[in-house]
Protein backbone atom coordinates (compact mmCIF):
# COMPACT_ATOMS: atom_id res chain seq x y z
CA UNK A 1 0.00 0.00 0.00
CA UNK A 2 1.67 3.37 -1.30
CA UNK A 3 2.10 5.87 0.86
CA UNK A 4 4.05 9.53 1.94
CA UNK A 5 6.11 8.66 4.75
CA UNK A 6 7.42 11.86 6.85
CA UNK A 7 9.96 11.51 9.96
CA UNK A 8 10.27 12.31 12.59
CA UNK A 9 6.38 12.33 13.61
CA UNK A 10 6.90 14.24 16.43
CA UNK A 11 10.03 16.96 17.33
CA UNK A 12 10.35 19.06 20.07
CA UNK A 13 13.36 21.43 20.04
CA UNK A 14 14.51 24.88 21.12
CA UNK A 15 14.42 27.87 20.20
CA UNK A 16 17.41 28.57 17.93
CA UNK A 17 17.92 25.03 16.92
CA UNK A 18 17.99 23.61 13.38
CA UNK A 19 14.98 21.41 12.29
CA UNK A 20 14.97 18.72 8.93
CA UNK A 21 12.03 17.28 8.65
CA UNK A 22 12.27 14.62 5.74
CA UNK A 23 9.51 12.78 3.23
CA UNK A 24 9.88 10.09 1.28
CA UNK A 25 7.21 10.84 -1.88
CA UNK A 26 5.38 7.73 -3.60
CA UNK A 27 7.52 6.33 -6.02
CA UNK A 28 6.18 7.43 -9.58
CA UNK A 29 4.65 10.66 -7.69
CA UNK A 30 6.12 13.79 -9.87
CA UNK A 31 5.46 16.28 -7.89
CA UNK A 32 5.93 17.23 -4.02
CA UNK A 33 4.38 19.55 -1.85
CA UNK A 34 5.16 20.80 2.25
CA UNK A 35 2.00 22.17 3.90
CA UNK A 36 2.43 23.65 7.32
CA UNK A 37 -0.81 23.61 9.45
CA UNK A 38 -1.67 26.30 12.24
CA UNK A 39 -5.08 26.32 13.80
CA UNK A 40 -4.95 30.55 12.71
CA UNK A 41 -3.61 30.14 8.90
CA UNK A 42 -4.89 26.37 8.55
CA UNK A 43 -3.28 24.66 5.39
CA UNK A 44 -0.59 26.90 3.80
CA UNK A 45 1.35 25.49 1.29
CA UNK A 46 4.92 26.51 2.01
CA UNK A 47 6.69 25.30 -1.59
CA UNK A 48 6.07 22.47 -4.05
CA UNK A 49 8.76 20.70 -6.07
CA UNK A 50 8.27 19.35 -9.82
CA UNK A 51 10.42 16.24 -11.05
CA UNK A 52 12.59 17.17 -8.39
CA UNK A 53 12.42 20.98 -9.28
CA UNK A 54 11.37 23.78 -7.32
CA UNK A 55 8.65 25.47 -8.41
CA UNK A 56 7.12 27.76 -5.92
CA UNK A 57 8.64 28.72 -2.52
CA UNK A 58 7.09 32.02 -2.52
CA UNK A 59 4.86 30.60 0.89
CA UNK A 60 8.05 29.67 2.69
CA UNK A 61 9.78 32.22 4.86
CA UNK A 62 13.28 32.61 3.02
CA UNK A 63 15.47 34.04 5.55
CA UNK A 64 15.28 30.86 7.61
CA UNK A 65 13.41 28.10 5.95
CA UNK A 66 14.75 25.83 2.63
CA UNK A 67 12.90 23.10 0.86
CA UNK A 68 15.06 20.68 -1.52
CA UNK A 69 14.88 17.12 -2.73
CA UNK A 70 18.36 15.90 -3.01
CA UNK A 71 16.51 12.68 -5.01
CA UNK A 72 13.47 11.25 -6.26
CA UNK A 73 12.79 9.33 -3.28
CA UNK A 74 13.82 12.06 -0.42
CA UNK A 75 12.63 15.76 0.11
CA UNK A 76 13.32 17.72 3.20
CA UNK A 77 12.47 20.68 4.89
CA UNK A 78 14.78 22.58 7.25
CA UNK A 79 13.91 25.66 9.15
CA UNK A 80 17.64 27.25 11.15
CA UNK A 81 17.33 28.83 13.30
CA UNK A 82 13.68 27.69 14.54
CA UNK A 83 11.38 30.20 16.22
CA UNK A 84 8.22 29.62 18.73
CA UNK A 85 6.14 31.04 15.71
CA UNK A 86 7.51 27.95 13.55
CA UNK A 87 5.55 25.61 15.96
CA UNK A 88 2.76 23.55 13.18
CA UNK A 89 2.01 20.69 11.97
CA UNK A 90 4.26 19.85 8.75
CA UNK A 91 2.64 18.13 5.71
CA UNK A 92 4.13 16.45 3.13
CA UNK A 93 1.86 15.49 -0.45
CA UNK A 94 3.26 14.30 -3.38
CA UNK A 95 0.86 13.60 -6.65
CA UNK A 96 1.09 12.61 -10.31
CA UNK A 97 0.16 16.37 -11.73
CA UNK A 98 -0.90 16.33 -15.49
CA UNK A 99 -2.18 19.38 -17.30
CA UNK A 100 -4.10 20.10 -13.94
CA UNK A 101 -3.31 18.84 -10.24
CA UNK A 102 -4.63 15.52 -9.21
CA UNK A 103 -5.15 13.94 -6.39
CA UNK A 104 -2.22 15.16 -3.57
CA UNK A 105 -1.68 12.25 -0.88
CA UNK A 106 -0.60 13.54 2.55
CA UNK A 107 1.85 12.00 4.96
CA UNK A 108 0.95 11.63 8.48
CA UNK A 109 2.55 15.13 9.51
CA UNK A 110 5.43 16.05 11.72
CA UNK A 111 4.63 18.00 14.94
CA UNK A 112 6.87 20.82 15.50
CA UNK A 113 7.00 22.49 18.59
CA UNK A 114 9.81 24.62 19.50
CA UNK A 115 10.13 26.10 22.60
CA UNK B 1 -3.04 35.30 -5.63
CA UNK B 2 -5.59 32.74 -5.55
CA UNK B 3 -7.94 32.47 -2.52
CA UNK B 4 -10.77 29.59 -2.13
CA UNK B 5 -13.23 30.98 0.68
CA UNK B 6 -15.59 28.32 2.61
CA UNK B 7 -18.69 28.93 4.67
CA UNK B 8 -19.07 28.00 7.18
CA UNK B 9 -16.42 27.77 9.79
CA UNK B 10 -17.84 25.41 11.81
CA UNK B 11 -20.98 23.38 12.19
CA UNK B 12 -22.84 21.17 14.36
CA UNK B 13 -25.50 19.16 13.79
CA UNK B 14 -27.52 16.42 15.46
CA UNK B 15 -26.37 12.93 13.93
CA UNK B 16 -28.97 12.03 11.12
CA UNK B 17 -29.21 15.75 9.71
CA UNK B 18 -27.96 16.89 6.47
CA UNK B 19 -25.14 18.84 6.46
CA UNK B 20 -23.42 21.39 3.45
CA UNK B 21 -20.09 23.57 3.13
CA UNK B 22 -19.51 25.73 0.22
CA UNK B 23 -16.71 26.82 -1.22
CA UNK B 24 -15.98 30.34 -3.13
CA UNK B 25 -13.61 31.75 -5.66
CA UNK B 26 -13.28 35.12 -6.78
CA UNK B 27 -11.81 33.73 -9.87
CA UNK B 28 -12.64 31.17 -12.36
CA UNK B 29 -11.11 27.40 -11.55
CA UNK B 30 -9.91 24.92 -13.26
CA UNK B 31 -11.33 22.17 -10.86
CA UNK B 32 -11.53 22.03 -7.40
CA UNK B 33 -10.65 19.16 -5.22
CA UNK B 34 -12.42 18.46 -1.80
CA UNK B 35 -10.43 16.64 1.11
CA UNK B 36 -11.48 15.34 4.77
CA UNK B 37 -9.17 15.27 7.70
CA UNK B 38 -10.28 13.64 11.04
CA UNK B 39 -9.10 15.35 14.13
CA UNK B 40 -5.56 14.41 14.78
CA UNK B 41 -5.33 13.36 11.44
CA UNK B 42 -4.01 14.10 8.04
CA UNK B 43 -5.99 15.16 4.82
CA UNK B 44 -7.58 12.60 2.31
CA UNK B 45 -8.35 13.33 -1.04
CA UNK B 46 -12.49 13.10 -1.51
CA UNK B 47 -12.92 13.97 -4.99
CA UNK B 48 -11.99 16.42 -8.11
CA UNK B 49 -14.28 18.41 -9.83
CA UNK B 50 -13.45 19.14 -13.27
CA UNK B 51 -16.53 20.51 -15.44
CA UNK B 52 -18.91 23.52 -15.09
CA UNK B 53 -21.88 22.05 -13.64
CA UNK B 54 -20.39 18.65 -12.73
CA UNK B 55 -22.32 16.61 -9.49
CA UNK B 56 -20.45 13.54 -8.46
CA UNK B 57 -22.08 11.37 -5.56
CA UNK B 58 -20.16 8.86 -3.10
CA UNK B 59 -22.58 7.35 -0.90
CA UNK B 60 -24.30 9.77 1.72
CA UNK B 61 -21.97 12.41 -0.33
CA UNK B 62 -22.81 15.02 -3.43
CA UNK B 63 -20.13 17.12 -4.20
CA UNK B 64 -21.56 19.93 -7.40
CA UNK B 65 -18.89 22.42 -9.21
CA UNK B 66 -20.99 25.66 -9.90
CA UNK B 67 -21.79 26.50 -13.67
CA UNK B 68 -19.42 29.50 -14.12
CA UNK B 69 -16.71 27.52 -12.35
CA UNK B 70 -16.26 29.73 -9.22
CA UNK B 71 -17.92 27.59 -6.44
CA UNK B 72 -18.49 24.27 -5.43
CA UNK B 73 -20.36 22.50 -2.69
CA UNK B 74 -20.47 19.42 -0.83
CA UNK B 75 -23.18 17.86 1.15
CA UNK B 76 -23.98 15.07 3.29
CA UNK B 77 -27.45 13.34 3.53
CA UNK B 78 -28.25 12.09 7.39
CA UNK B 79 -24.55 13.13 8.96
CA UNK B 80 -23.28 10.08 10.63
CA UNK B 81 -20.70 10.05 13.70
CA UNK B 82 -18.07 8.94 11.58
CA UNK B 83 -18.39 12.51 8.80
CA UNK B 84 -16.64 14.10 11.90
CA UNK B 85 -13.85 16.34 10.85
CA UNK B 86 -12.45 18.78 8.64
CA UNK B 87 -13.85 19.55 5.09
CA UNK B 88 -11.55 21.56 2.91
CA UNK B 89 -11.51 22.55 -0.73
CA UNK B 90 -9.05 23.53 -2.27
CA UNK B 91 -8.01 24.74 -5.86
CA UNK B 92 -5.10 25.18 -8.77
CA UNK B 93 -3.56 27.73 -7.21
CA UNK B 94 -3.20 30.96 -9.63
CA UNK B 95 -0.25 33.46 -10.73
CA UNK B 96 -1.59 36.52 -12.55
CA UNK B 97 -2.21 35.18 -16.03
CA UNK B 98 -0.75 32.28 -15.06
CA UNK B 99 -2.22 29.54 -13.84
CA UNK B 100 -0.44 27.00 -11.85
CA UNK B 101 -1.30 23.36 -10.86
CA UNK B 102 -0.26 23.64 -7.19
CA UNK B 103 -2.93 22.88 -4.59
CA UNK B 104 -4.30 25.64 -2.42
CA UNK B 105 -6.64 24.84 0.75
CA UNK B 106 -9.49 26.78 1.37
CA UNK B 107 -9.92 27.24 5.63
CA UNK B 108 -12.51 24.11 5.89
CA UNK B 109 -15.26 23.74 7.51
CA UNK B 110 -15.18 21.56 10.91
CA UNK B 111 -17.68 19.62 11.57
CA UNK B 112 -19.20 18.18 14.49
CA UNK B 113 -21.90 15.72 15.33
CA UNK B 114 -23.67 14.78 18.24
CA UNK B 115 -24.76 11.67 18.77
Known amino acids: DARVTQTPRHKVTEMGQEVTMRCQPI?????VFWYRQTMMQGLELLAY????????DSGMPKDRFSAEMPDATLATLKIQPSEPRDSAVYFCASGLVGDIAGEAFFGQGTRLTVV | GQQVMQIPQYQHVQEGEDFTTYCNSSTTLSNIQWYKQRPGGHPVFLIQLVKSGEVKKQKRLTFQFGEAKKNSSLHITATQTTDVGTYFC???????????????FGPGTSLSVIP
Open chain 2, 90 to 104: AGPGRKGKTSYDKVI
Open chain 1, 49 to 56: FRNRAPLD
Open chain 1, 27 to 31: LGHNT
